[in-house]
């Protein structure tokens, strides 16, 4: 709880394109830096959720737009309208309008510029703002445990050259388990300018809800569900090849799944599956069961290092978006979980990495992965607002 000492005022700009897992890590610093005192406004990009918790911070919306594909390249608004230059000169407006009542003391932005780079439409103007403002805020990129490996040397140029107009990048990692500088060549770079806040969870797992729900089941999840679909569809049929075809396999669905797609799997499920939709109490459920099987998302995977005892990922990956893919190869080397690599989903496949989980070590016998990103990066904006 703040004691009732303003620290600071915050601006936070956040996109989220296809999922939202983006969106659920920057409420989950919102909430921690509004609990640490500061005064935050949360600008989000991307479509509306509703049952958002953002603690004490304020949520300002943006004309929505999302990525218009799953490959993630090009841009529209939620009805799949291309964007065009009205469309983004009003939404840069709107930002710009936004920063300019708010005042801040940081420009705190998710992932730019070392990603969100369809957004420089936007995002160069609120730089070039920031910078012209007297006294300047601190400008700060908060970004996670791996970038994109496919950016072009070009593109990396470029995200180097912009991040000169910025004071630091806050890397929400632990380096004793995936350091930046391994998907990112341009490291030596920014590492002046780099601190490392350990992991963000949006549940602390020494403070996760104890009971027996879930317990001994296989909870097999897929985010918010835009590109989960066939990640469900393959457990339902593994699960009878499996040495774990006796539990209860819980299936939860992410609010993207279209209905037409939840009454196919509703439909598909035999006795010993449950399909319902993605619940509140999913720590607990993560907890509780044998085995996770899931996506690689950073939320998920976090959520699972901190919570789990053995664990399948099966990773999105396009040849663009190499994120989850180098996440769960970095785990799977060290043993911690088993992988089913993008592009290799079957239902063999998943029942052959289930039962490499199931006789390989539990997660828990690993040393514990520093989650207190929350609290550090709290810490380090106090650091640099402090006289």
């Known amino acids: 709880m703040t004691d009732g000492t303003m620290t600071g005022r915050v601006f936070f700009y956040v996109q989220h394109l296809l999922g939202i897992g983006h969106l659920r890590r920057a409420a989950t610093l919102a909430r921690a830096l509004a609990e640490g005192g500061f005064d935050v406004a949360l600008v989000s990009g991307g479509a509306p959720v509703a049952g958002l918790d953002l603690g004490g911070a304020r949520l300002h919306q943006l004309p929505p737009v999302r ?3 799953a490959r993630l390249k ?3 608004q939620l009805d799949g309208t291309p964007l065009d230059e009205a469309f983004r000169a009003a939404r840069t407006q709107r930002l ?8 801040p003391d940081v420009l705190l932005t998710e992932q730019f510029p070392f990603g969100r780079t369809q957004l420089r439409f936007e995002l160069m103007p609120l730089l070039e703002a920031a910078q012209n403002r007297d006294p300047a805020p601190w400008i700060v990129s908060s970004v996670r445990d791996v970038l994109r490996r496919s950016a072009s040397p070009a593109r990396i140029d470029e995200m180097v050259a912009t991040f000169e107009a910025f004071d630091a990048v806050l890397v929400h990692a632990d380096p004793a388990l995936v350091r930046l500088d391994d998907s990112f060549p341009a ?12 992991y963000v969870a949006e549940t602390d797992p020494a403070r996760a809800p104890q009971g027996s729900v879930g317990k001994g089941e ?9 590109v989960g679909l066939p990640l469900l569809q393959a457990a339902i049929a593994a699960r009878p090849m499996t040495g774990l075809a006796d539990r209860k396999w819980r299936l939860l669905i992410g609010p993207n799944v279209p209905a037409a797609d939840q009454a196919a799997l509703l439909s598909a499920a035999r006795d010993g599956i449950v399909v319902e939709p993605a619940r509140a109490d999913f720590p607990s459920l993560l907890r509780n069961a044998a085995l996770s099987i899931s996506q690689a998302g950073y939320n998920t995977v976090v959520e699972t290092l901190g919570l789990a005892d053995r664990a399948v990922l099966v990773p999105f990956g396009t040849a663009r978006e190499t994120e989850q893919a180098d996440r769960a190869r970095v785990l799977g080397e060290r043993g911690m979980v ?4 993008p592009d290799t989903l079957t239902a063999e496949n998943l029942a052959a990495a289930v039962k490499r989980a199931w006789s390989g070590p539990s997660i828990r016998s690993f040393p514990p ?4 990103g929350g609290p550090a990066t709290v810490a380090a904006l106090k650091q640099m607002l402090s006289p």
């Open 338 to 341: 088993a992988v089913v690599p």
């Open 369 to 372: 992965v520093d989650t207190n």
């Open 74 to 76: 090009d841009l529209s």
């Open 187 to 198: 490291w030596p770079d920014i590492q002046d300018r780099a601190l490392y806040t350990g």
């Open 218 to 226: 296989v909870i097999v999840s897929a985010g918010g569900g835009a």
């Open 67 to 69: 990525a218009a594909d």
């Open 96 to 103: 710009l309008d936004l920063f300019e009542a708010e005042q």
